[in-house]
């Protein structure tokens, strides 16, 4: 750790980075019905919005990773910010779904690549023994967002009209980004442990745990995005959920989330990633089954979007937590960007295939969000197999080092 700059304030400002870049990508899928009425899109087609941001950080991470690892993680990230917020202002000037796909791909072009390099601070600069706790405090930012941003956010939309959310997270992506170039000192020390050179993509990818985290990315990403685009709408339209409560659904949700992935973090460092990730595995499918595959969850809707929010926080803890463990060093950044390419492009492929097999029927309701679900349940229970043989192969790699997983 650079000796100006204690390890709260680095995971603070990553954090801040990430509550950014969470929020730009998370409140247009809730301002899905809103989009579609200003713009007259087909609720249907709301998973293309999110799929070509998807899309256009596959493409930005993939090339990422074969030159990221040459700059300072600083620089590097203030520029993944700066074209961010473009791509975000550009978003309030869409006149129809294509100029807004297009607004959307500039924005995941560089918002790929900001994530994949805030994950690289973290795990350049955070001891093993503590980086689980780490994770947690940076991805509680997904909360913060959940629990101030995208309520803020449809709040804005609601009395401003859809285009004032795009201008409100740019104006704050640029404040952020020129307080962490201000703030970050220069983050070099890959470059060092690199021994000056870049890593060979090809010998990483053929290492066994590479490929199965990387399946495992494809996997939950793909799970996911089938239905996530489509939540917003899902929940107005087919459970009855009023527009002006909206907010109150991701406040609330956040909440939970922001305490869950934060005491999630320390149960990783005491339990491993395996068993906590079995766990929030489980409690995701059942939230899938009795919200999208049955016909109405069994509690309120707000209870059952509260435990939705959890059970994602204590699964998605521990998988950041070992995408952290698995790359060595000098291939953190090559790494991650080749990550956030599997987790786009499953993402986008997710969202692209619930446009194409969802219809609106004539009272708005959403037609096959069961059938789509029942598919997220399938890939999703292949995810606590795949957490236990990367967990073992990464420490059977670093049994005679200093930086072995913590013991479970």
């Given amino acids: 750790m650079p000796p100006a700059l204690s390890e709260r304030t680095l ?3 990553v954090g801040a980075v990430q ?3 969470i929020l730009d990508f998370t409140m247009v899928m809730p301002m899905g019905p809103d989009l ?12 293309w919005i999110g799929g070509a941001y998807t899309a256009a950080a596959a493409v930005s991470g993939l090339a990422g990773s074969f030159f990221l690892e040459r700059f300072d993680r600083r620089k590097a990230l203030g520029w993944a910010m700066l074209g961010l917020v473009i791509g975000t202002a550009l978003g309030a000037a869409a006149v129809d779904l294509w100029t807004l796909i297009a607004a959307r791909i500039v924005a995941g072009m560089f918002g790929g690549p900001a994530t994949s390099l805030a994950m690289a601070i973290i795990a350049d600069v955070i001891p093993p023994q503590r980086r689980g706790r780490a994770m947690g405090s940076v991805m509680a930012a997904f909360s913060v967002a959940s629990v101030l941003g995208v309520p803020a956010g449809l709040e804005l939309a609601r009395q401003g009209g859809w285009r004032l959310p ?3 997270v740019a104006g704050l992506g640029l404040v952020v980004a020129a307080l962490a170039v201000w703030r970050l000192p220069p983050l070099r020390l890959h470059m060092r442990e690199g021994v000056h050179r870049r890593p060979q993509l090809l010998p990483l990818l053929r290492r066994r745990e590479v490929q199965l985290t990387y399946l495992m990315t494809t996997i939950l990403f793909m799970a996911g995005f089938m239905l996530i685009p489509n939540i917003s709408a899902y929940v107005q339209h087919n459970l009855g959920y009023p527009r002006e409560h909206l907010g109150l659904l991701y406040l609330f949700g956040g909440i939970v989330s922001f305490f869950t992935v934060r005491g999630t973090g ?4 005491r339990w491993g990633v395996s068993r906590v990730g079995t766990v929030g595995t489980v409690l995701v499918i059942g939230v899938l089954w009795t919200g999208f595959y049955l016909d109405h969850p069994f509690v309120a809707v707000p209870v059952w979007f509260t435990v939705y929010f959890l059970a994602s926080g204590v699964r998605n803890v521990p998988y950041n937590t070992l995408l952290t463990l698995v790359p060595r060093p000098n291939e953190r950044a090559a790494f991650l960007s080749l990550q956030s390419t599997f987790q786009h492009v499953a993402a986008a492929a997710g969202a692209f295939l619930s446009s194409m097999v969802l219809s609106e029927l004539p009272d708005g309701r959403l037609r096959h969000m069961d ?9 999703s229970v292949l995810a606590p197999v795949l957490f236990v043989l990367i967990e ?11 930086l072995a997983i913590p013991a479970q």
């Fill in 266 to 269: 320390r149960l990783v460092d």
């Fill in 392 to 402: 073992r192969r990464v420490r059977q790699r670093n049994a005679t080092s200093s």
């Fill in 19 to 21: 509550f950014v870049n």
């Fill in 166 to 168: 795009f201008l409100a």
């Fill in 371 to 379: 059938d789509l679900a029942l598919v997220s349940m399938g890939l």
């Fill in 11 to 13: 995971v603070f400002l």
């Fill in 36 to 47: 579609a009425a200003g713009l007259g899109i087909a609720t249907s087609h709301l998973g």
